[in-house]
């Protein structure tokens, strides 16, 4: 039983506060929605639960382990979809897939590949370069890249751009299955995707004026050596 | 080391496939090289006295303009994002990338390099050094190179800005590869040359690969 949480969680962008104060918990089999208008930091905030940015103040651990301790346990685990498909022009679908597979040390590769691409209804293009891809089949292709190697943890962002009304069918039947295995799945989404009862995360809720987070940034700084001292004072107790 | 041999297989994949990166290398070095004689004249004695220092100032030239591309097309189709993301360990791969960049364009420098030191009328006794000095000199500036390489990541005119951050850093290898083909045009040894190219090689290998992957992880940011 698997168990990935977040507590206040706040994301810095450049200049901008994104969120604050965020925190989340998942387990084994279940779906985490993230909504919010375009900016509240749906994509920021995969990107944290993926280790590719560091959050500003607070950590995600799974199984209670900070997840920047072991980030190749940590990326082992995680199948990360962002907005971009990373796929070659000049290779074909199999090929640009196989180093997905080789990276993650997948065993028996090749037939890992074609239950992906039978999985996704793109088994026909296997041999398709990809340049000549549609703008569909390449999301298709990339997730097709989830698929392959073990994992336990999908965060998806924006899956469904590009998809069709039955991929995006079937794409909520591969979440289902997911889950049935033990997986967590955290996705974004513009689009009702068909998944059952997912926990929904509004970042709109978490929105904070940067004004306000710094203010409360110099509060801290203030308590600090007095909260300190009162903790010492009850570990003395 | 899987991850390692992947990644190689396919940065050479995608340079057969795409092809006109090598070829445009090595276009570059051979037009640069002739250059000189229109410049300076046809006289024999002065080419064959600047060939050495010529073949290294071009060979470095040449290299820096492959550099951009070694991360950048990763970068923007968002590969990078998914290698930093891949359970083996960045340095590991970067590794293998900086080794396909030697393979597709220091390696080709490395055999055009004696025809060019036919055409300065360099004498023949330079041409073996010529070469085992390129050949430890050029891996150093493909490892060096990814470094600026990484660094320009999402900079506009990032082609200039690596020629600035890695053609002072490149000034090493020059001194001693052209160091130890006047060496051996003089008929002394050149083994020091070389040695010192060696550990200028060894410090690139372990140093590097670090840096460079810093340098990406930040420009995930």
């Given at each position: 039983?698997?168990?990935?949480?977040?507590?206040?969680?706040?994301?810095?962008?450049?200049?901008?506060?994104?969120?604050?104060?965020?925190?989340?918990?998942?387990?084994?089999?279940?779906?985490?929605?993230?909504?919010?208008?375009?900016?509240?930091?749906?994509?920021?905030?995969?990107?944290?639960?993926?280790?590719?940015?560091?959050?500003?103040?607070?950590?995600?651990?799974?199984?209670?382990?900070n997840?920047?301790?072991?980030?190749?346990?940590?990326?082992?685990?995680?199948?990360y979809?962002?907005?971009?498909?990373?796929?070659?022009?000049?290779?074909?679908?199999?090929?640009?897939?196989?180093?997905?597979?080789q990276?993650?040390?997948?065993?028996?590769?090749e037939?890992?590949i074609?239950?992906?691409?039978?999985?996704?209804?793109?088994?026909?293009?296997?041999?398709?370069?990809?340049?000549?891809?549609?703008?569909?089949?390449?999301?298709?292709?990339?997730?097709?890249?989830?698929?392959?190697?073990?994992?336990?943890?999908?965060?998806?962002?924006?899956?469904?751009?590009?998809?069709?009304?039955?991929?995006?069918?079937?794409?909520?039947?591969?979440?289902?299955?997911?889950?049935?295995?033990?997986?967590?799945?955290?996705?974004?989404?513009?689009?009702?995707?068909?998944?059952?009862?997912?926990?929904?995360?509004?970042?709109?809720?978490f929105?904070?004026?940067?004004?306000?987070?710094?203010?409360?940034?110099?509060?801290?700084?203030?308590?600090?050596?007095?909260?300190?001292?009162?903790?010492?004072?009850?570990?003395?107790? | 080391?899987?991850?390692?041999?992947?990644?190689?297989?396919?940065?050479?994949?995608?340079?057969?496939?795409?092809?006109a990166d090598?070829?445009?290398?090595?276009?570059?070095?051979?037009?640069?090289?002739?250059?000189?004689?229109?410049?300076v004249?046809?006289?024999?004695?002065?080419?064959?006295?600047?060939?050495?220092?010529?073949?290294?100032?071009?060979?470095?030239?040449?290299?820096?303009?492959?550099?951009?591309?070694?991360?950048?097309?990763?970068?923007?189709?968002?590969?990078?994002?998914?290698?930093t993301?891949?359970?083996?360990?960045?340095?590991?791969?970067?590794?293998?990338?900086?080794?396909?960049?030697?393979?597709?364009t220091?390696l080709?420098?490395?055999?055009a390099?004696?025809?060019?030191?036919?055409m300065?009328?360099?004498?023949?006794?330079?041409?073996?050094?010529?070469?085992v000095?390129?050949?430890?000199?050029?891996?150093?500036?493909?490892?060096?190179?990814?470094?600026?390489?990484?660094?320009?990541?999402?900079?506009?005119?990032?082609?200039?800005?690596?020629?600035?951050?890695?053609?002072?850093?490149?000034?090493?290898?020059?001194?001693?590869?052209?160091?130890?083909?006047?060496?051996?045009?003089?008929?002394?040894?050149?083994?020091?040359?070389?040695q010192?190219?060696?550990?200028?090689?060894?410090?690139?290998?372990?140093?590097?690969?670090?840096?460079?992957?810093?340098?990406?992880?930040?420009?995930?940011?």
């Amino acid at each position: 039983m698997a168990d990935f949480s977040g507590s206040d969680l706040t994301c810095l962008r450049g200049e901008r506060l994104v969120f604050g104060g965020l925190s989340f918990s998942a387990k084994s089999g279940d779906a985490v929605m993230l909504r919010g208008r375009n900016g509240a930091g749906k994509s920021s905030l995969l990107r944290l639960m993926a280790g590719l940015v560091a959050p500003r103040s607070g950590d995600l651990r799974w199984n209670g382990e900070n997840i920047a301790e072991d980030r190749t346990a940590h990326h082992a685990r995680t199948h990360y979809l962002g907005h971009q498909d990373a796929i070659k022009p000049v290779l074909t679908v199999r090929d640009n897939l196989r180093l997905w597979g080789q990276l993650r040390g997948v065993r028996d590769l090749e037939p890992a590949i074609d239950r992906a691409l039978t999985a996704l209804q793109i088994h026909h293009l296997a041999r398709v370069t990809g340049r000549y891809l549609s703008s569909g089949q390449k999301r298709r292709t990339a997730l097709a890249r989830v698929l392959i190697g073990q994992s336990d943890l999908w965060l998806l962002d924006e899956p469904t751009v590009g998809l069709d009304r039955e991929s995006c069918a079937e794409l909520a039947q591969l979440i289902t299955e997911f889950r049935g295995r033990g997986g967590i799945v955290v996705y974004s989404t513009h689009i009702d995707l068909d998944v059952e009862n997912p926990t929904i995360l509004d970042l709109d809720d978490f929105a904070i004026p940067m004004v306000e987070w710094l203010a409360e940034q110099d509060d801290l700084e203030d308590m600090a050596p007095a909260k300190r001292a009162a903790s010492s004072q009850e570990a003395a107790q | 080391m899987n991850g390692f041999l992947a990644i190689l297989q396919r940065d050479l994949r995608l340079a057969l496939r795409q092809g006109a990166d090598s070829v445009m290398v090595v276009a570059f070095f051979i037009v640069t090289t002739t250059l000189f004689p229109f410049g300076v004249g046809p006289e024999v004695n002065i080419l064959a006295r600047i060939a050495s220092g010529v073949i290294w100032v071009s060979a470095l030239l040449a290299a820096m303009l492959s550099l951009e591309r070694v991360f950048q097309a990763d970068y923007e189709d968002g590969t990078l994002e998914l290698l930093t993301l891949s359970p083996v360990s960045l340095e590991l791969l970067i590794l293998g990338k900086v080794l396909a960049h030697w393979l597709t364009t220091g390696l080709p420098l490395i055999i055009a390099a004696p025809l060019m030191a036919v055409m300065l009328n360099m004498d023949q006794d330079g041409f073996v050094t010529l070469m085992v000095a390129m050949l430890l000199g050029t891996p150093a500036l493909s490892l060096i190179g990814a470094i600026g390489a990484a660094l320009i990541l999402g900079a506009r005119r990032g082609g200039v800005l690596v020629s600035l951050l890695v053609l002072p850093l490149y000034i090493p290898v020059l001194i001693f590869g052209a160091g130890a083909v006047e060496a051996a045009l003089l008929g002394i040894s050149a083994t020091a040359q070389l040695q010192i190219m060696a550990a200028i090689l060894l410090l690139a290998l372990a140093a590097a690969p670090f840096a460079t992957a810093h340098a990406v992880r930040q420009a995930m940011e």
